[in-house]
């Protein structure tokens, strides 16, 4: 009997030890479906560099990447994508853009993390992997705890990511003074901002001010009303945060209207959403100090710096982004003994790359972001 047991053992380690060694033997492949040619020819050139980049850090030679142009165009994208199922490749990075995943929910078999950051009608093979507007609110909310920042306004444009942050401030149950919706247009903007900070009224008390002391017997009203003049308005700010959903000349074009009003950095806290240190905002020195989640600049730079040596250019961001997922393809199948199933994504795990930690859950990435300040013409990082 004991003998039969020890057999019984000895043949489990076999079997074990064996299956052990077939999956550690089988090739990782991973699809790489991004634009090759058109418009978009650099960012999915860059994507691909980058693959290769993190393929050549794993060091494991059962890594492979399939790399096919979807052209930006779903049609394209979903015949692409069923070439590389019939080789058996059930994993794939990309599209790169949200107009492309209308038709993949027709390889129901297929993971595909999407570049984009959007994650509303996403079909359900779809994972979102990009710095999504949960992510960066949910950041936002722990500055905003830390400081005991309770009065915030959070200005949205109306525009299609609209949508997105509204879910995203939903989700994340930040709390707010006020939701602001603003026109793009900044001719109505600048209106609208009026309003919303009691402009026009804090212009009149300022004006009322000075003819009050004019009309009074107070000593020293002279130098009162000095200055009194050298200010814009006069009266209190009934919020001491904003955060701006916008990005560019339209974040710049929000701010200024901001200033105009006298509701400047200096009064309150200027919080805008992932800006992917943007050099230019380090020239808007009446902006700063203005704050924002990103990625960890550190290992940005250090990345940059490495793809530069190599390929003699520099990167788009959302390279930078492939760079950390293939890792994370790699830490997941390795985690799930090579094979590739429905719970992959399902279950809760934790992933460290580059640009911070992916939280992986019931098919959704999130990220762990860093925070930063654009503050005395350089980026700050506050956590």
């Known amino acids: 009997m004991k003998t039969l047991i020890k057999y019984i053992i000895l043949l489990f380690l076999i079997l074990f030890s064996f299956n052990k060694k077939v999956f550690s033997e089988e090739i990782i492949k991973i699809g790489l479906i991004v634009p090759l040619t058109g ?35 779903p049609n394209t994208t979903l015949a692409v994508a069923e070439e590389l199922y019939k080789k058996g490749i059930k994993i794939m990075i990309g599209p790169v853009f949200n107009e492309n995943l209308i038709y993949l929910n027709k390889l129901d078999k297929v993971i595909f993390l999407s570049l984009t950051n959007k994650l509303i009608n996403n079909p359900k093979n779809v994972i979102s992997t990009g710095i999504n507007a949960l992510s960066q609110i949910n950041t936002i909310k722990k500055y905003l705890k830390k400081n005991k920042i309770s009065k915030t306004v ?3 444009p109306d525009s299609e990511i609209k949508y997105e942050v509204e879910k ?7 709390k707010l003074k006020q939701k602001f919706i603003y026109d793009t247009d900044p001719t ?38 000095e200055k009194l003049k050298k200010k814009d308005t006069l009266g209190g700010i009934n919020f001491d945060s904003v955060i701006i959903a916008d990005f560019d000349e339209s974040l710049k074009s929000v701010a200024t209207s901001l200033l105009y009003t006298d509701v400047t950095s200096k009064r309150i806290n200027y919080i805008c959403l992932n800006q992917w240190f943007d050099k230019s905002l380090l020239k808007e020195e009446s902006l700063q100090p203005i704050y924002f989640p990103s990625i960890n600049k550190k290992n940005y730079d250090e990345f940059k710096n490495k793809y530069f040596a ?12 492939s760079y950390d997922l293939v890792g994370l393809i790699y830490f997941l199948i390795y985690k799930n003994d090579f094979i590739i199933d429905d719970e992959i994504f399902y279950k809760k795990n934790k992933f460290k790359g580059k640009i911070g930690i992916f939280e992986i859950s019931k098919n959704r990435i999130s990220h762990t972001l860093n925070f930063y300040a654009v503050e005395n013409n350089k980026f700050k990082e506050i956590f």
């Open 310 to 321: 190599v390929y003699n250019k520099n990167p788009n961001q959302l390279s930078f982004l």
């Open 188 to 225: 109505i903007l600048t209106a609208q901002i009026e309003d919303l900070t009691y402009y026009h009224i804090r212009k009149q008390n300022l004006e009322d001010e000075m003819l009050r002391l004019q009309n009074s017997n107070e000593a020293n009203k002279e130098k009162k009303i």
């Open 168 to 174: 995203a401030i939903l989700e994340s149950k930040i």
């Open 39 to 73: 418009e978009y020819k650099e960012i999915g050139e860059s994507i691909v560099k980058a693959t290769r980049l993190a393929v050549n850090k794993i060091n494991d030679s059962k890594i492979e990447i399939y790399p096919r142009d979807t052209k930006a165009n």
């Open 154 to 156: 959070f200005m949205i």
